[in-house]
């Protein structure tokens, strides 16, 4: 396993912690006693086929086909088994993390503005 010393936490929950490498830039989710490290596009994918899942439907079916949600991830040889109640929190988990990183993302943008116009008016 890799250095958690420059792994910084985007967003934790009860079930699970997802992280990015400042050194690889990397995803780190850890989440039902498995840890997977993703690239920016494969942690897009996963949370796309995350999102995808509808909670609804696993629910209001009787079916035991229902009562489970299975993902493989190629990219990491990773299976994830996912029961409803762990659907709920990785999809949590997911949003969460996305929406620290598009605060992160705002803020860098005004950061960079108020530094631009700080600039430009002592010229």
Known sequence: MKSKASWVELYRNKKGVIYQCENTHKFIVEFGGTTTFFTFQQFKDFGRVIAQINLNVMLERIERAFDV????????????????????????LLAGAKAFLELNSLLHELAISAFETENCSIA
Not at 69 to 89: G, K, T
């Open 69 to 92: 949600e299975i993902i493989y991830l190629p990219q990491n040889d990773q299976i994830y088994q996912l029961e409803v109640c762990e659907v709920y929190y990785l999809k949590d």
